[in-house]
């Protein structure tokens, strides 16, 4: 890349953070993943880097109702704006319970419509031309918000409002064909759901999917889901079979599939969902992207709508993560370089995707019915990572047996005693950093494989033993995992609690 821009070649790039946020929190301070810690870090890296002095500094505003309401039902929007209210105090956290996987408290209205209103003001900025691109650091996020639920952690779907605010209120500022690039590990499905049938939105959307058994489950993110009436062809799923992909399998749907799609729409401006939960270390996403690799996904639609690419921060649940990827995408936006390298190949899987992909859209999608390169699909990539499930009956006997639960065991003691002891564990790579145990079933993997170790002895004993202790008392902590709980298998279970280590060994044949 060409050496960074002196002050008046700088790409305008909006950034916009506002620490109001960061009130919408568990109302009884539980431990939670979509936490105002993730936005704090983020802002904190970028300061740290000097990002906000190269930017234009943008102020948060609140969306108004008439813009929420292109895309929610008058009964949500009722909801959402006075559940913070003295009247909802002794109903708020049932009225929570009855949604999938959401918390309300006393700041959750004002930062619901604060991040629904930051990303209008970045998107209208950049849609008027004030500014070239911009990204909003904003919270909760918004891709699962359904028109009449919230679920996921999402309030109102932010991305979505903003696109429906330039379509519908700004039909002046020329924005007639939007692309929406969904990055985050989770299907985007309340944004799928308020475009499927318009095509003035392009929605991609790249998710793992394991079957349909991914959050948010379910058959929306499938590859067959293209759209209908006048928006078919304008959908767009690549659903990952299974966990750990990484740069390679990303950057093989942009070029294979994104790219090509992009070229023929030609958006007049570009939203994306920017999740970061499929990034390395992620502990709900079990994913391996790196902030190199976000910042090739960027940089490559930046050719596209004279670079006007406004991203809204979606999930993404390890700090130290999201903000070093935060940090590579803001670096592209100025043009400024991004040093990394992704070696490892894209999974067999991907290249069937893929396949299958252009397949099902090459109607809609001449650039799609061109064969792949034979050299490409020849070398077929990685063999799809094991499967680990859990003994089903054995956490039955140990729930039974009643022995070493949470009652017994002081949060904070616990917690010690716990993580210490695992951060120390030396995870077995070619095993893909899981860890065998009696516990623990690995199918298609063979016991004969030469670099695993014995069960024995990558795990100290009292540890396996206690492994009871950690296992129920986790479950017990009232986090993400009963509606996680079909998502959540050990290594990433103990990637949350080991803050990360697991998963950097699974990762490590990327090379990143
Ligand atoms: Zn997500």
Redesign the pocket.
Known sequence: MAAPPGDNQRPRVGLLYDERMCAHTTPDGEIHPECPERIRSIWKKLESEGIPQRCIILDAKMAEDKHIAYVHSAKHIKLIKSISSKEFDSRRQRIASKFNSIYLNKGSSEAAYLAAGSVIEVSEKVAKGDINSGIAIVRP?G??AEPDEAM?FCLFNNVAIAANFLLNEKPELGIKKILIVDW???HGNGTQKMFYDDPRVLFFSVHRFDYGSF?PSGDDGAYFMIGEGPGAGYNINIPWEHGQCGDSDYVAAWDHILIPVAKAYNPDIILVSA?F?AAIDDP??GCCVTPYGYSLLLEKLMPFAQGKIVMAL???YNLNSIANSVLSCAKILLHEEVVGSSRSPAFESTWDIIKAVRHELKGYWPALNIKLPQSLLASRGRPRPPEVTYSSSESEVEMDKGINTAENVEDGKFAEDLILPLSKLDLDEDCNGIIASSKLQIEGHSSQCESCHDPQTLIPSDIIASSFTWRSSLSKIEVWYASYGSNMWKPRFLCYIEGGKVSVNFCTANNY
Request: glycine share 34%; charged share 20%.
């Open positions: 996020p891709h699962h996921g985050d590990v989770h959050y999740g939960d709900l996403g979606e999930g993404g």
